[in-house]
C-alpha cells in the first residue's frame, strides 16, 4: 500500500455494547461446565444389563470421561460387566483391585481377574498375571487360581451382549 492511499475498510470488531452480553455469555458457559452425565442411553442400557455398556460406563466413571470422576461407580459397573465376560471390565477390574480404587486393595481378586482375562489371550491381561504372580506369594497364588477356574460367566436377566 503506498502512503498516499488510505485504508478505508472497517476493522472487524464487535460493538462496545455486546462485551457485557458476551462476559455474561462466557460466565454462563464456564458456570455449566461442569461434568455431565453420561448419555442417558449408555446408563440406561448398562442399567438394563447390557455388558459392552457397563464396560464402557464404568471407564469413562474411572477415567472422568465426560463425567465426574468416580472410582466406585466406576467399581461397580466394571464388575457387572466382568461378570458377563467383557474382556475390558475384566482389566479394569484387575486395576482397581491392585490399586484399591473404588474397592478394598485385593491382589487375590487382581490376580484372578487377571487369569481369567489372560485366558482370552490377551497380551495386557497376561503382562498382569505374570506380574502379580510374581509378587504375591505361593498361597495367594493358589487362592487366585482356584477362583478363577471355578468362575464362570453369567448374563444378567434381559442382558445382551
Avoid: C
Avoid at 474411572?62 to 467383557?86: C, H, I, K, M, N
Avoid at 474397592?103 to 502379580?132: C, F, M
Avoid at 495367594?140 to 468362575?151: N, P
Wanted: proline content about 7%; aromatic content about 6%; charged content about 20%.
Amino acid at each position: 500500500m503506498s502512503p498516499h492511499v488510505q485504508d478505508h475498510r472497517q476493522p472487524s470488531t464487535l460493538p462496545a455494547a455486546w462485551l457485557p452480553r458476551l462476559i455474561a455469555l462466557l460466565a454462563l458457559v464456564l458456570a455449566t461446565a461442569v461434568p455431565a452425565s453420561p448419555p442417558e442411553a449408555l446408563r440406561e442400557a448398562a442399567a438394563g444389563g447390557d455388558a459392552d455398556a457397563q464396560a464402557r460406563l464404568g471407564e469413562r466413571l474411572y477415567r472422568g470421561d465426560g463425567v465426574a470422576r468416580d472410582p466406585a461407580a466406576a467399581f461397580t459397573w466394571l464388575r457387572r460387566a466382568a461378570e458377563q465376560g467383557s474382556l475390558t471390565a475384566q482389566r479394569g477390574l484387575v486395576v482397581l483391585y491392585y490399586n484399591g480404587e473404588g474397592t478394598s486393595q485385593n491382589l487375590v481378586e487382581a490376580l484372578k481377574w487377571a487369569l481369567i482375562a489372560a485366558g482370552q489371550d490377551d497380551p495386557e491381561a497376561t503382562s498382569h498375571r505374570d506380574y502379580l504372580r510374581a509378587r504375591l506369594a505361593p498361597f495367594q497364588v493358589r487362592e487366585a487360581e482356584q477362583l478363577a477356574a471355578a468362575w464362570r460367566p453369567h448374563s444378567e436377566a434381559g442382558a445382551t451382549r
